[in-house]
């Protein structure tokens, strides 16, 4: 079960009246993460309103080098309201996400490069990114992705069409 409930800190797709909640703990480094990345892009297209996206931080550090910056880096973006521009960009060039392309990656969105730097260097979205992780763990997340739906575990094959059906079949 989800522990740590959806708040007004998590990074929120679709509206809190759509009858499936799909909540993910993800490392934009992870390539499988990468993949989910996809899956749920094509459900988002397919289920439209019917569906509510959650995303939370979970960097494996120990396994990916630039994954706790890539996530920094998405939640700076929140200073100028572009993080699923970042979270995006960041999926699409998982091979680069060293410090020097996190800042082409800040202006190709159209952020403020300047703010940008400052605003990654400040503790607060390092906070934020340790806040998640912590929450993942607390809900038994050991890997990456993790998903939740409507607050339960989900442990079945994501990159399966049985995904997508039972995620549709959760709509009545």
Known sequence: MLKIEINDTDHILGSKDAPVELLEYADYECPYCGQAYKVIKEIQKEMGDKLRFVFRNFPLQELHPFA?????????????????????????????????????YAREVGMDTNRFEEDFMKDEFFQKVKADFESGVNCGVEGTPAFFVNGKRYDGNWKSPEFKSYLKSLVK
């Open 68 to 104: 706790v910056h890539a996530a920094i880096a998405a939640e700076a973006a929140t200073a100028q309201d572009k993080f699923w521009e970042m979270h995006d960009m960041l999926f699409e060039n998982q091979r680069r996400l060293e410090d020097e392309y996190l800042i082409t």
